[in-house]
Protein backbone atom coordinates (compact mmCIF):
# COMPACT_ATOMS: atom_id res chain seq x y z
CA UNK A 1 0.00 0.00 0.00
CA UNK A 2 1.42 3.07 -0.81
CA UNK A 3 1.82 5.89 2.13
CA UNK A 4 3.18 9.65 2.73
CA UNK A 5 4.79 10.63 6.01
CA UNK A 6 5.51 14.35 6.37
CA UNK A 7 7.36 13.77 10.14
CA UNK A 8 7.27 17.97 10.85
CA UNK A 9 3.91 19.33 11.67
CA UNK A 10 4.86 22.52 12.55
CA UNK A 11 8.08 24.29 11.21
CA UNK A 12 9.20 28.15 12.04
CA UNK A 13 11.68 30.01 10.39
CA UNK A 14 12.93 33.44 9.86
CA UNK A 15 12.04 35.32 6.73
CA UNK A 16 15.17 35.27 4.75
CA UNK A 17 16.28 32.08 5.81
CA UNK A 18 16.11 28.19 4.24
CA UNK A 19 13.54 26.39 3.90
CA UNK A 20 13.49 22.51 4.05
CA UNK A 21 10.46 20.34 4.42
CA UNK A 22 10.23 17.01 4.34
CA UNK A 23 8.57 14.22 2.92
CA UNK A 24 9.00 10.34 2.82
CA UNK A 25 6.68 7.88 0.51
CA UNK A 26 6.10 4.36 0.41
CA UNK A 27 5.43 2.37 -2.71
CA UNK A 28 6.18 -0.58 -4.56
CA UNK A 29 7.10 0.85 -7.90
CA UNK A 30 7.55 4.15 -9.02
CA UNK A 31 5.92 6.83 -7.97
CA UNK A 32 4.65 9.85 -9.20
CA UNK A 33 5.33 12.78 -6.32
CA UNK A 34 3.97 16.46 -5.77
CA UNK A 35 3.53 19.06 -3.47
CA UNK A 36 0.84 21.34 -3.00
CA UNK A 37 0.25 24.47 -0.88
CA UNK A 38 -2.31 25.59 1.26
CA UNK A 39 -2.91 29.23 2.52
CA UNK A 40 -4.85 30.05 5.29
CA UNK A 41 -8.43 30.10 3.77
CA UNK A 42 -7.62 29.33 0.05
CA UNK A 43 -7.74 25.92 -1.66
CA UNK A 44 -5.04 23.53 -2.78
CA UNK A 45 -2.13 25.06 -5.20
CA UNK A 46 0.32 22.67 -6.87
CA UNK A 47 3.84 23.51 -6.58
CA UNK A 48 6.04 21.34 -8.43
CA UNK A 49 5.31 17.60 -9.53
CA UNK A 50 8.05 14.77 -10.66
CA UNK A 51 7.27 12.09 -12.75
CA UNK A 52 10.25 10.77 -14.53
CA UNK A 53 13.73 12.28 -15.51
CA UNK A 54 15.73 15.37 -13.50
CA UNK A 55 15.33 14.28 -9.71
CA UNK A 56 15.23 18.28 -9.38
CA UNK A 57 12.39 19.76 -9.69
CA UNK A 58 11.57 23.42 -10.17
CA UNK A 59 8.43 24.61 -9.11
CA UNK A 60 6.57 28.39 -8.89
CA UNK A 61 7.44 30.55 -6.45
CA UNK A 62 11.19 29.87 -6.40
CA UNK A 63 10.82 25.95 -4.94
CA UNK A 64 12.67 22.90 -5.76
CA UNK A 65 12.12 19.45 -4.68
CA UNK A 66 14.99 16.66 -5.25
CA UNK A 67 13.49 12.83 -5.41
CA UNK A 68 15.78 10.56 -3.65
CA UNK A 69 14.60 7.02 -4.31
CA UNK A 70 17.55 5.77 -2.03
CA UNK A 71 15.68 7.94 0.75
CA UNK A 72 12.05 7.18 -0.50
CA UNK A 73 12.32 11.31 0.35
CA UNK A 74 10.93 14.14 -1.86
CA UNK A 75 11.64 17.33 0.24
CA UNK A 76 10.82 20.48 -0.32
CA UNK A 77 13.16 23.53 -0.77
CA UNK A 78 13.68 27.05 -1.18
CA UNK A 79 16.54 28.92 -0.43
CA UNK A 80 15.37 32.20 1.05
CA UNK A 81 11.31 31.97 2.29
CA UNK A 82 9.25 35.29 2.44
CA UNK A 83 6.47 36.46 5.14
CA UNK A 84 3.77 34.90 2.10
CA UNK A 85 5.64 31.51 2.04
CA UNK A 86 3.19 31.27 5.54
CA UNK A 87 0.82 28.14 4.70
CA UNK A 88 0.56 24.37 5.33
CA UNK A 89 2.53 22.38 2.56
CA UNK A 90 1.53 18.82 1.59
CA UNK A 91 3.30 15.91 0.25
CA UNK A 92 1.33 13.83 -2.36
CA UNK A 93 2.49 10.87 -3.73
CA UNK A 94 0.70 9.05 -6.84
CA UNK A 95 0.80 5.57 -7.98
CA UNK A 96 -2.56 3.67 -8.22
CA UNK A 97 -4.37 6.50 -6.85
CA UNK A 98 -2.83 9.98 -5.15
CA UNK A 99 -2.38 10.12 -1.56
CA UNK A 100 -1.74 13.24 1.09
CA UNK A 101 0.56 13.25 3.50
CA UNK A 102 -0.97 15.04 6.75
CA UNK A 103 0.43 18.61 6.11
CA UNK A 104 3.20 20.74 7.66
CA UNK A 105 2.44 24.20 8.64
CA UNK A 106 5.28 26.87 7.89
CA UNK A 107 5.52 30.03 10.24
CA UNK A 108 7.76 32.43 9.04
CA UNK A 109 9.52 35.25 11.94
CA UNK A 110 9.87 38.51 10.78
CA UNK B 1 -12.59 27.16 -18.54
CA UNK B 2 -14.11 26.39 -15.71
CA UNK B 3 -12.54 24.79 -12.65
CA UNK B 4 -13.79 22.08 -10.04
CA UNK B 5 -16.95 23.32 -8.46
CA UNK B 6 -18.70 21.90 -5.67
CA UNK B 7 -21.64 22.72 -3.98
CA UNK B 8 -22.86 23.69 -1.18
CA UNK B 9 -19.82 25.39 -0.04
CA UNK B 10 -21.42 25.41 3.41
CA UNK B 11 -23.44 22.77 5.07
CA UNK B 12 -24.64 22.92 8.48
CA UNK B 13 -26.25 19.30 9.13
CA UNK B 14 -27.76 18.53 12.51
CA UNK B 15 -26.66 14.79 14.14
CA UNK B 16 -28.54 11.99 12.27
CA UNK B 17 -29.47 13.85 8.95
CA UNK B 18 -28.29 13.01 6.11
CA UNK B 19 -26.18 15.03 3.26
CA UNK B 20 -25.47 15.16 -0.23
CA UNK B 21 -22.37 17.17 -1.56
CA UNK B 22 -21.66 17.92 -5.03
CA UNK B 23 -18.52 17.82 -7.22
CA UNK B 24 -19.27 18.85 -10.97
CA UNK B 25 -14.98 18.21 -12.41
CA UNK B 26 -13.44 20.13 -15.34
CA UNK B 27 -14.87 18.72 -18.54
CA UNK B 28 -13.22 16.05 -20.06
CA UNK B 29 -11.25 14.45 -17.18
CA UNK B 30 -11.70 11.28 -16.43
CA UNK B 31 -10.57 11.03 -12.92
CA UNK B 32 -12.42 12.31 -9.79
CA UNK B 33 -11.04 11.83 -6.55
CA UNK B 34 -12.78 12.86 -2.93
CA UNK B 35 -11.28 13.84 0.00
CA UNK B 36 -11.75 15.05 3.69
CA UNK B 37 -9.95 18.13 5.27
CA UNK B 38 -9.71 17.66 8.99
CA UNK B 39 -7.51 19.65 11.20
CA UNK B 40 -4.76 18.32 11.89
CA UNK B 41 -5.25 14.82 9.10
CA UNK B 42 -4.61 16.54 6.23
CA UNK B 43 -6.10 14.81 3.04
CA UNK B 44 -7.74 11.93 3.67
CA UNK B 45 -8.57 10.11 0.65
CA UNK B 46 -12.16 8.57 0.58
CA UNK B 47 -13.07 7.78 -3.10
CA UNK B 48 -11.76 7.53 -6.96
CA UNK B 49 -13.64 7.15 -10.04
CA UNK B 50 -11.78 6.28 -12.82
CA UNK B 51 -13.95 6.58 -16.27
CA UNK B 52 -15.70 3.57 -16.38
CA UNK B 53 -13.94 1.71 -14.18
CA UNK B 54 -15.41 0.36 -10.84
CA UNK B 55 -14.80 3.23 -7.74
CA UNK B 56 -11.59 2.87 -5.18
CA UNK B 57 -13.57 2.78 -2.22
CA UNK B 58 -10.87 1.87 0.25
CA UNK B 59 -10.72 5.38 2.00
CA UNK B 60 -14.41 5.57 2.24
CA UNK B 61 -14.64 5.51 6.45
CA UNK B 62 -18.01 3.91 7.48
CA UNK B 63 -20.94 2.17 4.94
CA UNK B 64 -22.78 5.56 5.90
CA UNK B 65 -20.63 7.13 3.10
CA UNK B 66 -20.71 6.34 -0.01
CA UNK B 67 -20.66 8.42 -3.67
CA UNK B 68 -21.29 7.64 -7.15
CA UNK B 69 -20.75 9.83 -10.77
CA UNK B 70 -23.22 9.80 -12.87
CA UNK B 71 -22.32 9.91 -16.36
CA UNK B 72 -18.63 9.96 -16.17
CA UNK B 73 -18.93 13.70 -14.90
CA UNK B 74 -21.25 15.25 -12.12
CA UNK B 75 -20.09 13.09 -8.56
CA UNK B 76 -22.36 13.15 -5.57
CA UNK B 77 -20.85 12.14 -1.98
CA UNK B 78 -23.53 10.60 0.41
CA UNK B 79 -23.26 10.84 4.31
CA UNK B 80 -25.82 9.43 6.20
CA UNK B 81 -27.00 9.65 9.56
CA UNK B 82 -24.20 12.31 9.87
CA UNK B 83 -22.15 12.51 12.97
CA UNK B 84 -20.33 14.94 14.93
CA UNK B 85 -17.08 13.28 13.82
CA UNK B 86 -17.89 14.11 10.10
CA UNK B 87 -17.55 17.46 10.47
CA UNK B 88 -14.93 18.80 7.93
CA UNK B 89 -14.23 20.09 5.05
CA UNK B 90 -14.69 17.54 1.59
CA UNK B 91 -12.74 18.45 -1.11
CA UNK B 92 -13.17 17.02 -4.74
CA UNK B 93 -10.20 17.03 -7.56
CA UNK B 94 -10.23 16.05 -11.01
CA UNK B 95 -7.54 14.78 -13.20
CA UNK B 96 -7.24 14.47 -17.10
CA UNK B 97 -6.58 11.10 -18.02
CA UNK B 98 -5.41 9.44 -21.67
CA UNK B 99 -7.51 6.31 -22.37
CA UNK B 100 -6.39 3.16 -21.35
CA UNK B 101 -3.43 4.93 -18.78
CA UNK B 102 -3.88 5.14 -15.05
CA UNK B 103 -4.72 8.68 -14.01
CA UNK B 104 -2.63 8.47 -10.90
CA UNK B 105 0.05 11.10 -12.35
CA UNK B 106 -1.83 13.32 -13.76
CA UNK B 107 -2.35 16.36 -11.98
CA UNK B 108 -5.27 17.25 -9.69
CA UNK B 109 -7.19 20.13 -10.35
CA UNK B 110 -8.89 20.51 -6.98
CA UNK B 111 -12.59 22.36 -6.02
CA UNK B 112 -13.04 24.79 -3.04
CA UNK B 113 -14.80 22.21 -0.70
CA UNK B 114 -17.68 21.90 0.60
CA UNK B 115 -17.47 22.77 4.97
CA UNK B 116 -19.63 20.47 6.69
CA UNK B 117 -20.76 21.11 10.35
CA UNK B 118 -22.95 18.53 12.14
CA UNK B 119 -24.41 20.05 15.33
Known amino acids: AQSVTQPDIHITVSEGASLELRCNYS??????LFWYVQSPGQGLQLLLK??????LVQGIKGFEAEFKRSQSSFNLRKPSVHWSDAAEYFC????????FGKGTRLHILP | GAGVSQSPSNKVTEKGKDVELRCDPI?????LYWYRQSLGQGLEFLIY????????KSGLPSDRFSAERTGGSVSTLTIQRTQQEDSAVYLC?????????????????FGPGTRLTVL
Open chain 2, 93 to 109: ASSLAPPGYSSSYNEQF
Open chain 1, 27 to 32: YGATPY
Open chain 1, 50 to 55: YFSGDT
Open chain 1, 92 to 99: AVGGDKII
Open chain 2, 27 to 31: SGHTA
Open chain 2, 49 to 56: FQGNSAPD
